[in-house]
């Protein structure tokens, strides 16, 4: 059991920068561009029933050289204890399993620390290697970084220090990179503690972000007198529990000088944790490579919804991509990402008619490009193909078996000049000779599936 020394360190630094990410991360993908604004919405933030255990342990297991993936262990962190004032473990669990734990207790989305995890250390795959570092061993008095106060490591030259990741990444003992800029106390080093304590500064950051100050599922006794010094959201807010009642406009500016209006806490909270719109950018980059399109953002699509009877086209013109839906709560989020709804395109079939044919969707993060196909692949089976494609989502909507009478193809184009896909419901041959001719889809793939 560790004893608390979160408060020590989130009052010393409050007021500076918390956390300088070290943005070793995978390539950045063809996404829409990130809105400064509104980086992840606080529904997705909170989203705690995202993943099960076993979703998390496979998704690391899908990486051979992932650093907690396989047979690694750690105490299973169970958050702070108000009898004993400290933070307390279980036995030792998979590392999907600590995630899990941990994203119950302070009501965290765990892809958020995946996403965290990977961008901090590359711990998830396991790209930058896999180190027992920083060696406490190696700790020394605290001296500081250079040209900067000691409060990077505890205010006092009694402070236990280490110098962070030596590494391009994969240091386990700091695995959130909380509190280590460059200099890392000691105390808050450890893996499961380093789960436990970056967990803590996202969900503490969130709900201070709109003034609140206890009450909330996460908070911890003390909590309150924490002075709060990050991005606050537009409105009369309190940064800590004394503080007077201030009006604040929700503007903030990143140390690489994009400056915005923090319209929500997971915002807020993301900027307070990497207070660089660069690294949060590289966040998105890794949460949507791995979790799908638009998953930093939330619709208002909940799962079960009816579709429409039609299925509508979206188009990017930053992307120059067309999207797909049957579903009028995707348009919150598809506009919020620059889509523009293009109205009806062709009519879906009932799931229950005996002649439904399912339609898939999968993603490519290497292109930021999607495909809907009647055939339903295995990431497995993507994989063997070769295209880059990835599963991203099951059943999206229904067409209609070939061969039955009335029907109309849904034909798909091909644009060899920027690798687009478009689907045209019974395209005539005005449509045909706009689409190769003036837009450049050269390639007439045929009827992808039918309509009635």
């Known amino acids: 059991m560790i004893t608390s020394n979160k408060k020590i360190f989130f009052i010393s630094i409050m007021g500076t920068f918390i956390l300088v990410a070290l943005l070793l991360v995978l390539p950045n993908k063809a996404f829409a561009a990130v809105d400064p604004s509104n980086i992840m919405s606080d529904s997705v933030f909170e989203n705690t029933d995202s993943m099960t ?44 399993q600590a995630i899990n734990s941990i994203a119950l207790n302070y009501h965290v989305n765990p892809q958020v620390l995946i996403a965290t995890l990977q961008k901090e250390q590359t711990i998830i795959s396991g790209s930058a290697g896999c180190f027992a570092l920083p060696n ?6 605290n001296v500081g970084a250079p040209n900067l106060p000691d409060y990077r490591c505890g205010n006092n030259s009694s402070t236990s220090c280490t110098l962070a990741c030596t590494q391009a990444g994969g240091c386990m003992n700091i695995a959130m990179s909380y509190g280590c800029p460059w200099y890392c106390n000691v105390r808050d080093e450890g893996f499961s503690l380093q789960l436990t304590l970056g967990s803590w500064l996202l969900r503490f ?11 909330y599922q996460g908070y911890e006794p003390g909590d309150q007198n924490l002075v709060y010094s990050g991005p606050m959201t537009a409105g009369y807010r309190k940064r800590f529990a004394s503080d007077s009642t201030n009006y604040y406009d929700g503007r903030y500016t990143t140390i690489d000088g994009v400056s915005t209006t923090i319209s929500n806490g997971a915002t807020a909270s993301l900027y307070t944790y990497t207070p660089f719109f660069n690294g949060n950018n590289n966040f ?18 909940v799962g079960t919804e009816s579709p429409l009877p039609y299925v ?47 339609v898939y969707r999968y993603y490519n993060p290497s292109t930021g490009q999607h495909m809907w196909t009647t055939s ?12 880059g494609y990835r599963v991203e989502a099951g059943i999206v909507f229904y067409v209609a078996q070939s061969g039955m009478p009335g029907l109309k193809p849904i034909n798909r184009f091909y644009n060899p000049k920027t690798y687009l896909h478009i689907w045209v419901a019974d395209p005539t041959s005005s449509d045909i000779n706009f689409l190769t001719n003036k837009a450049g889809y050269s390639q007439n793939e045929g009827p992808a599936f039918y309509s009635q």
Do not use: M
């Open 53 to 96: 255990v076993n979703q998390i342990n496979g998704l690391i297991n899908q990486y051979a050289k992932s650093c907690i993936g396989g047979n690694f262990t750690t105490a299973d962190p169970h958050g702070w204890s108000t009898s004993t004032n400290q933070y307390v473990y279980g036995g030792d669990v998979s590392s999907g």
């Open 136 to 141: 406490p061993s190696t700790s020394q008095p």
């Open 205 to 215: 950051s969130e709900k201070r972000a709109y003034g609140i100050v206890s009450g």
């Open 284 to 301: 998105v980059s890794i949460f949507q490579n791995t979790f799908g399109f638009g998953s930093t953002l939330a619709g208002n699509c």
């Open 312 to 358: 509508e086209r979206y188009y990017n013109p930053k992307t120059f991509e067309h999207f797909y839906s049957a579903y009028s709560c995707d348009t919150t989020f598809l506009d919020n990402i620059g889509y523009i709804n293009e109205g009806p395109v062709f009519n879906t079939t009932p799931s229950t008619a005996s002649y439904a044919v399912p």
């Open 376 to 387: 339903n692949e295995t990431q497995a089976q993507l994989d063997i193909d070769g295209g």
